[in-house]
């Protein structure tokens, strides 16, 4: 399966966010990808004084824009997230779709960002928990002959989601991500592959890239890992999208050479 990550510089206006999906989505296309992986809040991301106000509530016609991608284009759409209003919470959530535009499936974050950096000289301080409330279920869902394990962002962090959904079959991973400038620069790319050689699973990590506002500056590096580690596609700075190939002989071969995947202990979700 040919697959592809898309790096954005979202701002508030998802309109013009849109624009720019499809504009990659018909490059995906005509280069024969079959899925298609978006980074984090692709659809609105926030001035840094409010909130995005466009939200999902229901199947509105946020959602509809968002499923009519996957349409449109006949690609799976997966990963990425929206700003999700539910029973009165605000949720991080991913939305995912098959060609047809069917849902596969909806994840809600369920690890939220907390980094205090205004130490740093980039004064970073951030609190996703003073806007959203955090998930409680994984999701893992089957794209053709794979098995994606969900995430975004700060999930990467926690290893036992990961190990989980490898213990439970999955072979490929999804992070989707708007990680910052400071800690991705320390962090990304080791815990990014970290979570390849620990799983044995391919990873897709797209990411936002670039100044959203005052407060919010990522640091893009939107990455492709294959399951021994390496790095197969790294988009680097500025927008873009990168695309690479998944062998499932390759998962088995990996496999094959080192037995690392066990069941682990019962997590909290199950």
Partial sequence: MKVAAIQLESKLDYKFNLD?????????????????????????MSNGIDPTPYLIEGENEHYQEIKKLSVEFGLYILGGSVATREQGKILNRSYNFN?????????????????????????TVINEGKVYTAGSKPLMIDVGE???????????????????????????????????????K??????????A????????????????????????????VDPWGEILADAGEGEGMITAEFSMERVNQIRERLSVITNPLKPHWA
């Fill in 99 to 123: 060609p047809q535009g069917v849902e596969l499936g909806r994840y809600d974050k369920m690890h939220l960002f907390a980094c205090d950096l205004s130490k740093h000289p980039s004064s």
């Fill in 20 to 44: 720019r999906i499809r504009h990659y989505l018909a490059q995906a296309k005509a280069q024969n990808v079959e899925a298609v992986f978006l980074p984090e809040v692709f659809y609105s």
């Fill in 197 to 224: 050689i620990e799983n044995q699973c391919y990873v897709v990590a797209s990411g936002q890239w670039g100044v959203h506002n005052d407060r919010m500056k990522t640091f893009g590096h939107s990455l492709i």
């Fill in 146 to 184: 794979w098995k994606l394990g969900v995430s975004i962002c700060f999930d990467l962090r926690f290893p036992e989601l990961f190990r989980w959904y490898s213990s439970q079959g999955a072979n490929v991973l999804s992070i989707s991500s708007a990680f910052t400038v400071p800690t991705g």
């Fill in 186 to 195: 320390a962090h990304w790319h080791t815990l990014v592959r970290a979570r």
